[in-house]
């Protein structure tokens, strides 16, 4: 039960007063109904405990709301930081990036995770190898020039090849990301796992001083059919220049070991050695370490840091809180010396201040806020009723990145400090669900932190699919204002955590999607959604008696009459095996093409130009069911062509008009208009019109 009615809907007045009128039926003997009366009073308490009830069956927690989605195999979909590459063309030498550096585009924030060395390589050209000879497309590298280039020619076969050359490729490098930006205009299904091709596979290469040498790609273009990333891992071998090509640089090349393209692929751009940034704006992190003296901090905070240190004294015992010092002191207190810009170092001296770590795991932890949290870290005290609900000073949380800190007291009467992330049970431990959409945190057992101070440890904030920014944009970096970084696709995966309420939807509708195809229009759409297939057209005809299903099919192919290969037979059949009925049949039907000639004798207006290219245009879209919404065994209307060609505002009338199909075995003619076959398409074949003027 999902959606929890309250059984008795009733005021705390309407029970009292429904209780009262029943007294004299129950105990006649019972007449004194002042407030005053001792039987009164254990009414109003009983009648008031059952209002309660009433009222809390309503108001299920949040993790039994969560649990009772589970148990139907819904959970709310995880939040995510978008994702976006960013290119370095534009700095001169490499520099090195910080955790955490920051990238802006308008009010957008983007971070990197780690740090990273970027700069000093870029692409210089691009070959393409097919038909025994080289074809420079080099023109992908210039973002100015947004010409599709084939790939492969009109008919690519295996051991066609292109060449990616490069100006220089570090020695010490590992890994790099490239983008290839496809023409994807065919319209192709998506798939689950791109990085898989059922139409074609690559065997990607870099050149060393041993010749070329496997290079472990994770290819997520499906073997060029999709814009997607290229991740690179080098070996051990050291890259050399190749100077068998066109031209001498270093090199990578991709080869085709499969090639059976439905549709030729065309290449825009190649953009390389590219680094990756998520977009999300850390307001405080949590930097934990197992150095117990002379800790080295650089602040990924690119502002004024506010710092606080914890410690611990004593092997699995909580933190304690040691306050900065320059000098002089006896307590809790760490030396702080500033290194250099936004850096420092933080020393312990227990002969000098009594107190300093123990040697453990994460035996100290250094919080950096920047200036907005450090105002408002102190986000409320934990009371101990049921699902308490505390307010953080932001929305849009990244999960991953927040964590509190809970401030008791021992029995010394000391602070102690705890660190403790959402939803992470233990024994005596606060378990608190984090809503990080609304800035809010549910606590549903305090175990043994009634009374604790909360604090934030560590938070992010994201702009969930506000972060999926198309290509083409230039960000700044912070630390290098002069410099535009430029981002050749788009930003994926930003999404906000699903609420309940969303989840709930999401099982409404899924209980109402049909997964087993039982009508024609099931098997239309099964067909048409089949994953990495380009399919135009579909129409299912079901007949009952035979319990079998005829799926005719048009693949959107390259092909001047596209039919289907086997490949696209065998997918979608496989598709269609998972989800017919046990006892209904299918067949896949190859589509066929009927030309239907037009004859006539159509009077045009005077002073019009152009008339006849504006008639066959006009033909063109009513027949042409190729490129029309018609489907597989329309009828073409006699009266539509007619009246199609009588509004256009150049023609005074159409004086003789008639239809043929130019192949009677697949489109017949029955009083006037065109019958084509269930698997049959019309397209406009001979014309034959006279064309008058008329004269008044």
Wanted: hydrophobic share 35%.
């Amino acid at each position: 039960m999902l959606i929890v009615k309250e059984l008795q809907n009733k005021s705390y007045e309407d029970r009292i007063n429904e209780a009262i009128t029943k007294i004299p039926l129950i105990s006649p003997e019972w007449t004194n109904f002042n407030p005053s009366d001792p039987g009164m009073t254990v009414l109003e308490n009983l009648t008031l405990f059952n209002a309660l009830q009433g009222d809390s069956i309503t108001k299920l927690s949040y993790r039994a709301r969560s649990a009772l989605f589970k148990m139907v195999g819904f959970t709310p979909r995880k939040g995510k930081c978008a994702r976006l590459l960013l290119s370095s063309d534009n700095l001169k030498e490499p520099v090195l990036l910080k955790p955490m550096q920051k990238f802006k585009i308008g009010d957008l924030c983007y971070e990197t995770s780690k740090q990273l060395e970027v700069g000093g390589s870029h692409v210089i050209g691009i070959y393409s190898y097919y038909e025994d000879k080289y074809h420079d497309i080099s023109y992908c590298c210039d973002r100015e020039v947004m010409l599709a280039a084939k790939l492969f020619g009109d008919d690519p076969k295996v051991g066609d090849s292109v060449y990616i050359m490069v100006d220089n490729i570090p020695d010490n490098i590992k890994e790099t990301i490239f983008y290839i930006n496809m023409d994807e205009k065919n319209n192709r299904n998506t798939v689950e796992n791109r990085t898989e091709s059922i139409f074609a596979q690559v065997k990607w290469e870099y050149y060393t001083e041993k010749g070329f040498e496997d290079l472990k790609a994770r290819d997520y273009t499906g073997a060029f059919q999709f814009s997607g990333e290229v991740k690179f891992s080098f070996g051990n071998d050291k890259p050399a220049i190749y100077k068998n090509g066109p031209e001498e640089a270093y090199c990578i090349r991709a080869t085709l070991t499969k090639a059976e393209y439905d549709v030729r692929p065309k290449l825009i751009a190649v953009e390389g050695f590219l680094f990756e940034v998520w977009q999300k704006d850390t307001k405080s992190i949590c930097i934990t370490t197992n150095k117990t003296d002379n800790i080295e901090i650089t602040s990924t905070i690119d502002e004024e840091p506010y710092i606080a240190v914890f410690a611990k004294e004593e092997k699995g015992s909580a933190y304690r809180r040691y306050e900065l010092s320059r000098g002089g002191g006896v307590g809790r207190f760490c030396i702080f010396e500033e290194t250099g810009s936004r850096s420092f170092r933080i020393t312990f001296d227990k002969e000098r201040f009594g107190y300093e770590p123990i040697k453990v795991k994460d035996c100290v932890r250094v919080i950096i806020y920047n200036e907005e949290m450090m105002r408002s870290y102190n986000v409320g005290k934990v009371i101990g009723y049921d699902n308490q609900e505390i307010e953080i000073p932001a929305k849009h949380i990244v999960r991953d990145s927040f964590c509190l800190i809970a401030r008791r007291v021992d029995e010394n009467g000391e602070n102690i400090y705890d660190f403790v992330r959402p939803e992470k049970k233990g024994e005596d431990d606060l378990y608190y669900h984090l809503l990080e959409n609304d800035g809010k945190i549910i606590i549903e057992d305090a175990g043994d932190y009634i009374g604790a101070e909360l604090f934030i440890g560590m938070i992010a904030v994201t702009d969930g699919d506000k972060g999926n920014i198309l290509s083409g944009n230039e960000l700044v970096c912070e630390a290098y204002p002069d410099i535009k970084f430029y981002n050749p696709g788009r930003g994926t995966g930003g999404v906000f955590r699903e609420k309940l309420e969303d989840v709930r939807k999401r099982f409404a509708k899924d209980m109402n999607t049909p997964y087993t195809a039982v009508t024609a229009a099931d098997y239309e759409q099964i067909v048409k959604t089949t994953p990495g297939l380009c399919i135009k057209k579909a129409h299912a005809k079901i007949n009952a008696a035979d319990n079998l299903v005829r799926i005719s099919v048009m693949p959107g192919t390259d092909d001047e009459w596209p039919t289907l290969s086997d490949i696209y037979i065998k997918e979608i059949s496989d598709r269609l095996e998972e989800r017919r009925l046990i006892t209904t049949r299918f067949q896949i039907i190859q589509p066929v093409y009927a030309a239907v000639s037009v004859k006539g004798t159509i009077y045009v207006k005077r002073h019009y130009s152009g008339c006849r290219e504006k008639i066959m245009e006009k033909l063109s879209r009513e027949i042409n069911y190729i490129e029309s919404s018609k489907n597989f065994g329309d009828v073409l209307r006699f009266e539509d062509v007619f009246h199609g060609i009588e509004t256009l505002d150049c023609v005074q009338f159409v004086y003789e008009l008639s239809l043929s199909p130019e192949n009677p075995k697949i489109a017949t003619l029955q009083d006037s208009d065109i019958y084509p076959k269930e698997n049959c398409l019309c397209y406009l074949g001979d014309v034959q019109l006279e064309i008058v003027t008329y004269e008044e």
